[in-house]
């Protein structure tokens, strides 16, 4: 049983960074691809990032490129994404899911996820 838990979300002024972190209670090297979602109320999820973990590549959205890196942290069950000058509109409910096969940016295609984290980014 896989459980992810997203933490360090809080509030910032915009141009402030944040680093989140989500941490697995079951083994990320069944894992093939973990990754980081966001959402506002009444919106889907939308794709953030995502890291493979086998080749490292790493794919972002163009809305935060060249602004965060998902990265995995020295423990191995561990996620992170940095989030540099951050933007109002990076304000949302952050989720980071694993997958267990090579999936694209949809999020239905991700077997796990966590409850979340909230980002909040003021003006």
């Known amino acids: 049983q896989v459980q992810l838990v997203e933490s360090g979300g809080g509030l910032v002024q915009a141009g402030g960074s944040l680093r989140l972190s989500c941490a697995a209670s079951?083994?990320?090297?069944?894992?093939?691809?973990m990754g980081w979602f966001r959402q506002t109320p009444g919106r889907e999820r939308d794709f953030v990032a995502s890291?493979?973990?086998?080749?490292?590549?790493?794919d972002y959205a163009d809305a935060v490129k060249g602004r965060f890196t998902i990265f995995r942290d020295d423990a191995e069950n561990t996620v992170s994404l940095q989030m540099n000058s951050l933007k109002p509109e990076d304000t949302a409910v952050y989720y980071c899911?694993?997958?267990?096969?090579?999936?694209?940016?949809?999020?239905?295609?991700?077997?796990?996820w966590g409850q979340g984290t909230q980002v909040t980014v003021s003006s």
């Open positions: 890291l493979s973990w086998r080749s490292g590549f790493a």
């Open positions: 079951g083994s990320t090297f069944n894992a093939y691809k």
């Open positions: 899911p694993a997958a267990n096969n090579p999936v694209g940016r949809a999020s239905r295609l991700y077997d796990y």
